[in-house]
């Protein structure tokens, strides 16, 4: 069974900084990519970071320079260190994993970032 647990949302001012971690089990962690999604009330879900089982990294163009993807395979998590937090940010974020048969998502984390 496939688990996917977020943690590390909360409500922080502009300019601060939050850490999201995404403990996995049931998947094969080490070879398997992962992402960050968001998504903003009212508005579609999107991708905010990607990181292949190599460590190759991709972002958004809204978070670069301000959101780092890592992961940590002896642990089987996933993190999402986030800086210079803008209101903008303020999203469910949660975290993806695509498998050949089908995708997994987590139940998502609140980050809220006030003014």
């Known amino acids: 069974q496939v688990q996917l647990v977020e943690s590390g949302g909360g409500l922080v001012q502009a300019g601060g900084s939050l850490r999201l971690s995404c403990a996995a089990s049931?998947?094969?962690?080490?070879?398997?990519?992962m992402n960050w999604y968001r998504q903003a009330p009212g508005k579609q879900r999107e991708l905010v970071a990607g990181?292949?089982?190599?460590?190759?990294?991709n972002y958004a163009d809204s978070v670069k320079g301000r959101f780092t993807i890592s992961r940590d395979n002896a642990k089987a998590t996933l993190y999402l260190q986030m800086n210079s937090l803008k209101p903008e940010d303020t999203a469910v974020y949660y975290c993806h994993v695509p498998r050949p048969l089908r995708d997994y998502w987590g139940q998502g984390t609140q980050v809220t970032v006030s003014p």
């Open positions: 049931g998947i094969p962690f080490n070879i398997a990519a």
């Open positions: 990181i292949t089982s190599g460590g190759s990294t």
